[in-house]
């Protein structure tokens, strides 16, 4: 028998895929790590206490000192936009992470076995799929009562769905393809199969939607914190800046714009990402 | 067409990576009005990139030069709505595979009506009776009713009779058809097979059939041409091609569908392609070659012709002519375990 | 009579009817399988030939223990495979292995070829961690790769590469059954001869029996003495070893023979 010679072209994926011209995904990722270094390292960056009142500096606009200015309670702006970044992240993080881990194991195991366990989950999703998210979301935490701690339960309880509906479909369609047909051949057992097998090659689109569910997610927490759901005063969080600076909005409009902003660029920065992520797996597929 | 004197390629040559990765080399081909040509090689050799430029289908980032002619269009550097112009009546393609060349949610009807409309002013009913006609001509069984049919609802092999029924849409002089039975078994292959032959003399168009599988093409064409690594090897009439092969590798391929029962095991081509962008100097075949010598390997060879209208790309010709098919074969084992 | 190392006894499949609103409709009701028996011995190469749909693959899946047989026995080393349960069959099915039809969705596309190899046999306990990269190795060499093949992805190899990996596999569970369906139907002329040859020097080399499915029955004649032939659902007929395909009594085994194209009637 004839020993081809063979042209082999090692892949290493996770650093060759990152450097295939993805401009979007680049950026992306880079503001990114910008901005959660910034908040990691906020006390590095501004010398400001966050929640440290300070009245005698009340409503100053902006300035070398201030440059975004200081809020009603003389407390600055930029150090309190830095430092919300770390609660509007962690909304975003556990926000996603929660959902798509009950949400990627459940629709595995509904796509994988189908039958009546498919059927019961099934079932329970489009219930929830049924609700406007918002509305859901703001009932589950008027019933458990405002703070961080409910907001998570209430966006994870609504949103593992989504996660369910995608990997369930993507499993489906791989249960049918060869490999996993010789996975079962090969005398595999059923988590082997479904966590080895199927999961990594299910996980791309629901890791693209939970970009941005990340950024819907952030959205949200601000939103409810805003009508004083979430996040708790003196906390620094963007939503919350907003509601208690919405009476200065005219007078002292600096208050409002800085959280404004940031809301707005974070969810741009992890579009990106989605965006360069999607565009990578469209071409993996190819 | 009246002015028609079918297909000609000559020279051409597409390239990647802005030069770096020549994929077709210098290949020049003719098909005339009436005959049937058959293009053949392995995976990669630039089959399916030499038929698509005929109709102007380049992929994106390559490159190509050369000169492409149907009737007395120049193919290359067209704008897209040319191209478009030519393709209807002048150049028709049929795919390897039809599912994804279908439009899955539209009524098969109506697909074939949009093309016979795109290509002529014809109203919609005219198009649509003529698209039934189309149906009727590539051996659909009732085809008014299955007009109404969607491509999921159809075989592989009647799927492919739908996708040529829409490349004749609009009488092309030439079909160009790569693969068109790959996907599919020997009795529909046979089907199809004797579909384009039919139509071929019926209707007098050109045909370029482009397949891996040489007996596939001996069965449809007057003329077969070679390719390997990107460049035609041996062209030639289909009787000489299979009876005097006078290049290697044509041998080889010619070896690899014999089925002799006495045999232990079927004779093949040791070795794989060369890859794209590591293309040696001489000549492409010699590192499976059992006749390579170091000539071979020296500089490039070129195209010579063996006999009138049969041209080959090899230095040794005259030796190839005088071996047979197994004692080829040995030698060439003696390559693979050398 | 010594019992085979595999026999069939009218083993039948029906697919239920797809309901949907976009499903086909009339989805014919005729059985994938019907009836299907024979046997197997150990080292023999038993062919099946058919036009497509006729319940080529629903066969071997079935004999794979991948689709539960509606009905019959499936009898392997002395024991009927048809009753048991999920996790016995689990056990068993390493016994009896595939080759598909689609070298490129055979792969997983996230596992290098090394570790899909090593974790068949570290599942089945074949080898230990320590021995497991010399073990892959030999099972590389022996399918004709290079050992270094190992440290690739599946996206480096071409289409009849990656038909040696998907053999390589199949072997790495050391089964006694090698279930080959159109393993070169998607392959290559050139190729397709140098897969074959594989398959026959591993029957030879290493006594696998091995069930070779096609549509192509001169290739199928020359690797296979004894050939099944498929048609709708049913074996129509069975080609013993002592008798070519040339006398083949079933019309429709006949219009097989003539579909495949040939160089001789070319060159007369
Ligand atoms: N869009 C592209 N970008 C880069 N390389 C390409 C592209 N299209 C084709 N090639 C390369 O060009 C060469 C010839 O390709 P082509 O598709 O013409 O081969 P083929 O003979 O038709 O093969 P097959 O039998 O597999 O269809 C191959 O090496 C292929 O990898
Ligand atoms: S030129 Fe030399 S190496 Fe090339 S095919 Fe002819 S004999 Fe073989
Ligand atoms: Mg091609």
């Known amino acids: 028998m004839s020993d081809a010679p063979i042209s082999l072209m090692p892949v290493r994926p996770g650093v060759a895929w990152l450097s295939k011209g993805n401009w979007s995904l680049r950026v992306g990722i880079a503001s990114f790590v910008l901005i959660l270094l910034a908040a990691i390292f906020a006390p590095l960056i501004t010398a400001y206490d966050p929640i440290l009142i300070d009245l005698a500096n009340a409503l100053k606009a902006p300035s070398l000192a201030h440059p975004m200015g200081t809020d009603h309670l003389g407390r600055d702006v930029l150090t309190r936009v830095i430092y919300a970044a770390r609660i509007d992240l962690q909304i975003g993080a556990i926000g996603v992470a929660l959902p798509l881990i009950i949400g990627t194991i459940l629709g595995l195991v509904a796509g994988y076995y189908g039958g009546w366990v498919d059927a019961v989950i099934g079932r329970i999703v489009d219930v929830i799929i049924a609700f406007p998210f918002l509305v859901l979301v703001i009932a589950i935490v008027a019933m458990l009562g405002p703070g961080l701690l409910n907001l998570y339960i209430a966006l994870t309880i609504v949103s593992w769905v989504l996660y369910t509906r995608i990997i369930r479909a993507e499993t489906i369609a791989l249960k049918k393809r060869e490999y996993v047909l010789a996975a079962r051949n090969l005398g595999f057992g059923h988590l082997r199969i479904m966590f080895r097998h199927i999961l990594p090659n299910a996980i791309p689109p629901a890791l693209v939607f939970a970009m941005s569910d990340f950024a819907l997610d952030v959205q949200v927490g601000a939103t409810l914190s805003f009508f004083g759901m979430g996040a708790q005063p003196p906390a620094p969080e963007w939503g919350l800046m907003i509601a208690e600076s919405r009476s200065m909005m005219l007078t002292a409009p600096w208050t409002v714009v800085g959280p404004g902003l940031a809301i707005v660029i974070v969810s741009l920065v992890v579009s990106l990402i989605g965006d360069g992520f999607a565009d990578k797996v469209r071409r993996l597929d190819e | 067409m009246s002015d028609h004197s079918g297909l000609s390629i000559e020279n051409l040559s597409i390239a990647f990576d802005g030069g770096q990765k020549i994929a077709v080399n210098g290949v020049s081909l003719r098909v005339a009005m009436g005959e049937a040509v058959g293009l053949v090689g392995e995976s990669g050799s630039g089959k399916s990139l030499t038929s698509r430029a005929a109709l102007g289908l380049l992929p994106k980032k390559s490159t190509a030069s050369g000169q492409i002619r149907v009737g007395r269009h120049s193919i290359l550097g067209m704008s897209p709505g040319q191209l478009r112009a030519v393709r209807g009546a002048g150049i028709a393609m049929v795919f390897q595979d039809p599912m994804s060349s279908l439009n899955p949610v539209a009524r098969i009807g109506d697909s074939i009506t949009q093309v016979i409309r795109s290509h002529g002013d014809v109203s919609e009913g005219d198009a649509f009776a003529r698209a039934v006609g189309l149906m009727e001509r590539v051996g659909i069984r009732d085809a008014k009713a299955r007009a109404a049919s969607f491509p999921h609802e159809f075989s592989g092999g009647m799927r492919q009779r739908i996708m040529i029924a829409m490349a004749l849409a609009a009488k092309p002089a030439i079909l160009v058809a790569d693969e068109p039975t790959t996907a599919l078994d020997v009795i529909v292959q046979k089907n199809i097979l004797t579909l384009l032959d039919d139509l071929r003399r019926e209707e007098g168009m050109g045909l370029l059939l482009v397949s891996h599988d040489l007996a596939v093409v001996a069965s449809l064409c007057s003329r077969i041409a070679v390719m390997y690594a990107g460049q035609i090897v041996e062209e030639g009439p289909t009787k000489d091609i299979l009876l005097h092969p006078r290049m290697p590798y044509t041998v080889g391929l010619l070896a690899s569908t014999r089925r002799d029962k006495s045999a232990a095991r079927l004779m093949s081509i040791p070795g794989a392609p060369p890859p794209l962008g590591d293309r040696a100097k001489g000549c492409r075949f010699a590192p499976r070659c059992p006749l390579a010598i170091d000539v071979c390997r020296a500089g490039a060879v070129s195209l010579a012709e063996v006999s009138p209208g049969h041209t080959a790309r090899c230095i040794r010709t005259a030796d190839v002519q005088s071996m047979n098919l197994e004692s080829f074969s040995l030698m060439q084992r003696e390559v693979a375990h050398g | ?268």
């Open chain 3, 1 to 268: 009579m010594a019992e085979p190392l595999l026999r069939v006894e009218g083993i039948s499949k029906s697919y239920a009817p797809r309901r949907g609103f976009f499903s086909a409709p009339a989805p014919n009701l005729r059985p994938a399988l019907a009836s299907a028996s024979f046997e197997l011995s150990k080292g023999e190469i038993l062919g099946v030939v058919g036009e497509s749909g006729s319940g080529k693959t629903t066969l071997a899946r079935c004999v794979a223990l991948l689709e539960r047989a509606d009905s019959g026995r499936i009898i392997f080393k002395g024991e009927d495979l048809t009753v048991l349960s999920e996790p016995q069959l689990r056990k068993r099915r390493r016994g009896i292995q595939t080759v598909f039809q689609d070298p490129y969705a055979s792969l997983n596309p996230t596992i290098r070829i090394g570790d899909a190899l090593g974790e068949v046999m570290l599942v089945h306990g074949l080898a230990t961690r320590q021995t497991l990269r010399e073990s892959v190795g030999a099972l590389l060499r022996q399918v004709g790769l290079p050992v270094a093949a190992a440290d690739a992805y599946p996206k480096a190899f071409s289409g009849g590469q990656r038909q040696r990996i998907c053999i390589a596999r199949a072997l790495a569970a050391q089964p006694d059954i090698l279930i080959a369906d159109e393993p070169v139907s998607s392959l290559d002329v050139s190729v397709q001869a140098q897969v074959v040859n594989l398959i026959l020097d591993l029957k030879d080399r290493l006594g696998l029996s091995v069930i070779f499915i096609g549509h192509d029955l001169q290739l199928i004649d020359f690797i296979a003495p004894r050939v099944l032939v498929m048609l709708a659902g049913e074996i129509v007929e069975t080609i013993p070893a002592d008798r070519s395909i040339a006398d083949a009594r079933h019309e429709y085994t006949r219009a097989l023979i003539q579909a495949v194209p040939k160089l001789e009637t070319v060159t007369g």
